[in-house]
């Protein structure tokens, strides 16, 4: 045991070794003693820090033991870093209620659900990532808002690295989107999009998609997650001096990560997700994260042959027009952020020759139906263990809230005992293994919404509609699932 080399791997080396007693000593357990060493450089290091995600260890290893990101540790200090000296300040501090708050009002950009979901428009300034699968809209989606949006006078700058300029201008022909204020340019190069930006002063920028921008000065695949972190913070800079509003176009992995890993998330003033199923027409627009408004508005699209469009009331996209009621279709309202949304679940019970029956389920989590059914069978002894089971919602809405869970069972009941609820009835409550329901938040607000569309008699759970108005509808208030099957007129 003569090395002298002190226990710190030196940063350029990564071993097999070095990474197992990196990850096998935590910062916490006392640091191992350096061999035979008074180093003066081994002393002062306090260890690695990940420049992603900041996870610590003792010793330098070549890989993130929390993010997985290769060669993102760097040493931290030994000694507290000495003070900066005093700069020169940019604005001078001044009392909150002096600062001008013109600038960060919003401008809205025309197109109704897009402003509803951003908080009233984009803000001069601010920096917007449209994250999504690719193919779902997000282009047709911008290219439409932004043409509404030139339509009131701004100057939009439309950077397209995925399409060529002549696709772009046959979609915007398709969607009616051309308009003399709205520019574009087929550009991959982050030196070429400042040089459109200082040529067209927009006062919206719009990069479609920040993953195929490269930045000439920066290490990595375009693409990549240093490129994409480099490129969006250039941009944001650039942003904020000019005071154009930003928007960025992010794809979306399998796994539903916006591409690059989180760090757009956090550098981005609002993040807003655009979701759907790829066979229907219904688009949900989410804000994930809003510095200028609330965070869990929707904004619906419909998906047509000419572009997206917002739907206002998006009631008539969710439940099915029969002419009369079927057996196995239930209503229920459920909360999209803060928009309640009338939703039909249609369920289907049927004979199988299988020993394994089939439970097929759209819309609704499986592991949930699951569960109704487990209840229903015990509870009411519906008889479904030798059947088959499908479920879904109309329109390829996801219901994602227990408070759904009284209508899935409801049209399961219904389905099951070939007997349809009554004309207008809606369902609202989670339900318990027990067989109880429980109370649901935003009672009132489905209510009404569930009064302004025709809807006629409402089932709820015991105590939920005591202090809320019932807008005429007929309220039937239900401790259990046997109750609520008396109320909706289905003998078990
Ligand atoms: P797109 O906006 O290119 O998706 P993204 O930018 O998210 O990758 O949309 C692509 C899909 O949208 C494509 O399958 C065709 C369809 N589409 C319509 O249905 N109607 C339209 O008017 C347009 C322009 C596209
Ligand atoms: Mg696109």
Partial sequence: MSDPRPSVAPMTRFTPESSTAATSAPLSSPAPKPRGATLGKANKTQGYRCVECGWQTVKWVGRCGECQQWGSLQEMGGATASLPQPGLVTTAAVPIAHVAAEDARAMPTGNTELDRVLGGGLVAGSVTLLAG???????????????????????????TGEESAAQVKLRAERVDALDPQLFLAAETDLGAVLAHIDAVQPDVLVVDSIQTLGHPLVDGVVGGVNQVR?????????????????????????????????????????VLHIEGDRHTRLRLL??????????????????????????????????????????GTCVTVALEGRRPLLVEVQALVAATASAAPRRATQGVDGSRIAMLLAVLERRV????????????????????????????????????????????????????????????????????????????????????????????????????????????????
Wanted: aromatic share 4%; hydrophobic share 45%.
């Fill in 230 to 270: 480099e490129v969006a913070s250039a941009l944001i800079r650039i942003a904020k001096t000019r005071g154009f509003a930003c928007l960025l176009v992010g794809h979306v992995t399998k796994e539903g990560a916006i591409a690059g890993p989180r760090v757009l998330e956090h550098l981005v003033d609002t």
């Fill in 286 to 327: 989410r804000a994930v994260k809003n510095r200028f408004g609330a965070a869990d508005e929707v904004g619906c699209f419909e998906m047509g042959e000419n572009g997206m469009w917002a739907v206002a009331d998006p009631h008539g996209l969710f439940v099915s027009r029969l002419p009369e009621p079927v057996a």
């Fill in 133 to 159: 699968e690719p193919g779902i809209g997000k282009s047709t989606l911008l290219i439409s808002a932004l043409a509404s949006c030139a339509r009131t006078g701004a100057r939009v700058l439309y950077i």
């Fill in 381 to 492: 002894g519906a008889r479904l263990a030798d059947r088959e089971v499908y479920v879904s919602t109309v329109g390829g809405v996801r219901l994602g809230e227990p408070a759904s869970d009284l209508a899935v069972a409801l049209a399961v009941a219904s389905a099951s005992w070939q007997q349809p609820l009554p004309e207008g009835t809606l369902a609202l409550g989670e339900i318990g293994l027990a067989g109880e329901i429980r109370n649901v938040v935003g009672v009132g607000k489905r209510l009404a919404e569930a009064a302004r569309l025709g809807m006629r008699r409402a089932i709820v759970p015991t105590g939920s509609a005591r202090d809320v108005d019932h807008c005429g509808l007929a309220v039937v208030e239900v401790c259990d699932v046997r109750d609520a099957l008396a109320a909706a007129r289905v003998d078990g």
